[in-house]
């Protein structure tokens, strides 16, 4: 066994660094930033719901190129008050883009956005097989 001399000032600030690292910030603030999502597949559709309080749809911008759906937003917001001799500055920007896959069997020229009370939902038809359509054929 060895000894190692301990610097009581090299303690916290090794510990506050495990803590307060910059991969551990930028990975909480991104899982902050980005809205939560629900896929949901039923026998005719796929459905992907988008929690996304506070933005209009005029926010977001849905894009599909080769078969490769993104959703995303980009908001910036400011406020300034004066009153008096002090004046308040407040400003945020909020940016997020989130991409998935579309499946062979998604039919992607039918694909229906809405978004109403904080949710973005968009849904997204399944094609008709050839062989699964049911005719009836008759008899000349």
């Given at each position: 066994m060895s000894l190692v001399r301990w610097n009581r000032n090299d303690f916290f600030p090794n510990i506050l660094g495990d803590i307060f690292n910059e991969d551990l910030i930028d990975k909480v603030a991104n899982r902050l930033s980005v809205p939560a999502v629900?896929?949901?597949e039923t026998d005719s559709s796929f459905e992907i719901h988008m929690a996304a309080p506070g933005l209009s749809k005029e926010d977001f911008k849905?894009?599909?190129e080769n078969k490769i759906l993104t959703i995303s937003s980009e908001s910036k917001s400011e406020n300034k008050e004066?009153?008096?001799k002090f004046t308040r500055?407040?400003?945020g920007y909020t940016k997020?883009?989130?991409s998935f896959t579309l499946p062979d069997n998604a039919d992607i020229e039918q694909i229906?956005?809405?978004y109403d009370k904080g949710e973005l939902k968009l849904t997204l038809p399944k094609k008709v097989n050839e062989t699964e359509k049911v005719r009836e054929i008759t008899i000349s």
């Open positions: 629900n896929l949901k849905i894009t599909l004066t009153e008096g500055r407040e400003y997020f883009s989130r229906d956005a809405k």
